[in-house]
């Protein structure tokens, strides 16, 4: 009987260790992903503001063939800024 619980508590444990390790590989890469999207938003923010300030007259934005990157861009803008939400600690 008590070979059987040893057995068990052996199982357990190393089972346990996996799972542990497993964990925290998978919240490495979460936060890898995670600097990764802010970097991501940081860059399509300074892109717009940079856009922005070229066009200071609102002339691309009116251009119909430009116009329409513009407006692609600015949906861009507005979806990560939607779906990516940052804390001024993030910010670099």
Known sequence: ML???LTFLTISLILNIFL???L???FNQI???EEWLVEFKLLV???YKKLKNIDDR???EKDD???IVFKNIVEIV???NKRIQINDDDKQ
């Open 3 to 5: 070979y059987i619980f």
């Open 20 to 22: 542990l390790v497993s």
């Open 24 to 26: 925290k590989r998978a």
């Open 31 to 33: 936060d890898i992903l």
């Open 45 to 47: 923010d300074n892109t």
């Open 58 to 60: 609102g002339m691309f």
């Open 65 to 67: 063939d430009v116009g």
């Open 78 to 80: 507005e979806l990560t």
